[in-house]
């Protein structure tokens, strides 16, 4: 038996949002399709701020998941919604017991823990954020594809300001951006077999990485990120590999009044970004390297490491996820955009001196590669850096590369 904390819903009576927090009932705007709402107030309370916005309908608020709430009148009722956390029932430990757990790397194997870390699942089409700081935008606007740490859009969906959402970050280094700003991915994942647990059984060097060695904060090796106040469950990309884009990713910002703002849109067949932000946000990009606020479109230069195949009448197709729809061809023109079955993902490994890694590009004589399971041991001895959290890359010579081979990751038919 196990206990949610997904509230109660009342009946719908209009269009309007309300719901009950601490024993009050309160107007409120849903996000993330009902996975957290900004609560409104029209007096100061506890937990509420005023709010920075000359358009607000009140003049406090605070943001709060849907699992915080007791009673839900309004909005799209949850749908499509992630599966929330859920605990065993039990007298002897509350939420506040499983966060203490959740911190403590000596607790990764407990059965409680295990059990709830367990039922944060990523299914086909989960929407999945990774922050970011100015400097990563930039490179997902010049080509980066998703890879490292990540996260559920369900169980982030109420962290909206820039001193939140610094608990995300896997660039540890704010001080280059504004601070009034934080950046971030969002796609729908293409399948759970693209994602891992980061606990100690399957990056056990990640959890043992020192200090000097490692960038942001350490891996617990629980499932769950270093925060003082919240259980956020975390994920990474299998073999902290690079995931083909899917169609209508999006990069957003979140500035200081709370709001989501989406600056661009991924366009597959453009393989590029077209600008969705108007001038009111321009502003918003200011501090993002080599980006130009007024340009429309910006075109992906570099060839993706890893590539999204699948297969049509026996012949094999460059495809896209377009998901929740499904999968298609990768083309200009609509009528050639049928669908795709058999659907994988492939990507190229090498093993350098002993050391599994990602191919990400290559020239004549030198191969960029990202070590799959980085340790105390292999980091130092191949020179290998830290670029963000989780994430150890080096330039290794082609003449000491073994095992070169392009490795299909096959995606399984959904029934």
């Not at 009148?73 to 203490?100: C, F, I, K, S």
């Not at 000097?212 to 590999?241: C, Q, Y």
């Not at 980085?374 to 130092?380: G, H, S």
Request: net charge negative.
């Amino acid at each position: 038996m196990s206990l949610s904390s997904q509230p109660h819903r009342l009946p719908t009576a209009g269009s309007d949002i309300w719901v009950s927090l601490d024993g009050s009932t309160h107007p409120a705007e849903e996000i993330a399709r009902g996975a957290a709402y900004e609560v409104l107030s029209a007096e100061p309370a506890p937990g509420f701020e005023p709010v920075r916005r000359p358009d607000a309908r009140l003049p406090f608020h605070r943001y709060v998941h849907v699992s915080d709430l007791s009673a839900v009148r309004g909005g799209t009722g949850g749908a499509d919604l992630d599966a929330p956390l859920m605990a065993p029932v039990g007298r002897h430990r509350n939420w506040a017991e499983l966060h203490q757990l959740s911190q403590r790397p000596a607790s990764a194997t407990d059965p409680v823990l295990t059990a709830v870390r367990a039922s944060a699942v990523v299914r086909r089409g989960t929407p999945m954020v990774k922050v970011l700081s100015a400097r990563q935008l930039a490179g997902f606007v010049q080509g980066w594809l998703p890879y490292g740490f990540c996260y559920r859009e369900y169980d982030v969906a109420h962290l909206r300001t820039s001193t939140d959402l610094a608990v995300l970050r896997t660039d540890p280094d704010p001080g280059r951006d504004d601070p009034d700003v934080t950046y971030a991915l969002r796609w729908r994942a293409i399948d759970p077999v693209d994602y891992q647990v980061p606990t100690a059984q399957a990056q056990p060097g990640l959890v043992t990485m020192p200090p000097h060695d490692r960038m942001g904060p350490a891996v617990l090796g629980t499932g769950f990120t270093p925060s003082g106040r919240h259980l956020i469950p975390e994920f990474a990309t299998r073999d902290l590999a690079d995931l083909p884009m899917p169609a209508n990713a999006a990069l957003v910002a979140y500035p200081a009044s709370g709001e989501e703002v989406v600056l661009y849109t991924f366009r597959p067949e453009q393989r590029g970004w077209l600008r969705m932000a108007g001038p009111r946000w321009r502003h918003l990009l200011a501090a993002v390297p080599g980006v130009s606020p007024d340009q429309e479109y910006l075109p992906v230069g570099e060839t993706p490491s890893t590539r999204l195949v699948g297969e049509h009448q026996g012949a094999e197709y460059e495809a896209v996820a377009d998901l929740p729809g499904g999968f298609r061809v990768l083309a200009m023109t609509t009528a050639a955009r049928f669908p795709v079955d058999r659907v994988h993902r492939r990507t190229r490994f090498v093993l350098w001196r002993g050391a599994r890694c990602v191919a990400l590009r290559s020239d004549a004589n030198w191969i960029r590669v990202r070590l799959c399971r980085p340790d105390p041991d292999n980091v130092p001895a191949l020179g290998a850096q830290c670029y963000e959290r989780g994430v150890y890359e080096a330039w290794a010579p082609v003449a000491e590369i073994a095992d070169d081979q392009t490795v299909d990751i096959r995606y399984p038919a959904e029934d």
